[in-house]
């Protein structure tokens, strides 16, 4: 008599559950554009949701702990003269974030720690190189400031965020529209999708191709008939490859592994209502005392809903197993070092004690780089008292502005209410 033998892995009993009524964000008009992308990033600090803009485009950006119902005054994202398409995080400062948009521009954004009281409307720079709609977005994972976009004009481009300078372009490899782009763990390959339903392994720097046309698969999963668009979101650290379907309602998620069959069917989470888009919060940012390995905020029509996947344990201590080191803020290279042929693997860092982020960090601006946020070498200066002078005055000058802009509120808010009585008034005489 055969036993069936049972694959062993710490994984095979992860579930997934989705966030308490009050932990979720609601009151929130996600976009309607017909676009593939998630429409949804996540960092350990904020949440940027794609929403609906009357006459151009706009997101939304709120810290992690504003949940509940999210005012309809709340301040956006504002800039694009058509709708945004694309938003992703910079992996080194949780602070800024890119926006692609159907008006054919890239804009970075810095986003401050405190709620802004009007909508944010001047980006740090915006880069201007595609002819057609830039649909796709990517930040490289090791090298400070390098940002990589993808357009209708099936073109890919990659800049040096921090003076705005074109590194590269690669405009003769995709005979149709990209679907996708997809940096390796150092940055030193991309995988992209096409149209023309091929799959390419690009060297960047080379300006070539070096794999694509794959002849058969290691693996081969039958999903559904849905004809939804998949959103694959990959954790190295647990070898977890999670697929939500646009349109759909679940999340599947496969284990992936060195020995045949490759690929492992885990589980699937259920939920009733449909899924518009997905974020995917970087490891950093999960909470380690409660076994949570991944983390999604689920796009509804009209809020975001947090989904915890869980490894179910019963010690509290924290569990090495589940949480190798895993990339931290700190870049590995400058942008002309990895340009010039270095690569580098990520900087890591311990989740033992759990992570903090780091406080907002300012811009320096400067010629050569507009985002370099590295502390200056050598022995620390103390402040003068011109630096102190400096930075009380644009202490003042920033009060001022939100003074300035409340009372701008306040009296469009005073003119409304003056319409609507008059208004009033007008209905109680015509029914006199």
Sequence with gaps: MSRRVVRQSKFRHVFG???????AYEDIRVSKVTWDSSFCAVNPKFLAIITEAGGGGAFIVLPLAKTGRVDKNYPLVTGHTAPVLDIDWCPHNDNVIASASDDTTIMVWQIPDYTPVRNITEPIITLEGHSKRVGILSWHPTARNVLLSAGGDNVIIIWNVGTGEVLLSLDDMHPDVIHSVCWNSNGSLLATTCKDKTLRIIDPRKGQVVANNFEEPVALQEMDTS???LLPFYDPDSS????????????????????????????????????????????????????????????????????????????????????????????????????????????????????????????????RNILDVRPPSGPRRSQSASDASLSQQHTLETLLEEIKALRERVQAQEQRITALENMLCELVDGTD
């Design 17 to 23: 559950q989705a966030a308490k009524a009050d932990q």
């Design 227 to 229: 004809n939804g668009v």
């Design 240 to 367: 977890i490859v999670y697929l939500c379907g646009k349109g759909d309602s679940s999340i599947r998620y496969f284990e992936i592994t060195d020995e045949p069959p490759f690929v492992h069917y885990l589980n699937t989470f259920s939920s009733k209502e449909p899924q518009r888009g997905m974020g995917f919060m970087p490891k950093r940012g999960l909470d380690v005392s409660k076994c949570e390995i991944a983390r999604f905020y689920k796009l509804h029509e009209r809020k975001c809903e947090p989904i915890i996947m869980t490894v179910p344990r019963k010690s509290d201590l924290f569990q090495d197993d589940l949480y190798p080191d895993t990339p931290g803020p700190e870049p590995a290279l400058e942008a002309d070092e990895w340009l010039s042929g270095q690569d580098a693997e990520p900087v890591l860092i311990s989740l033992r004690d759990g992570y903090v982020p780091p406080k907002h960090r300012e811009l320096r601006v400067t010629k």
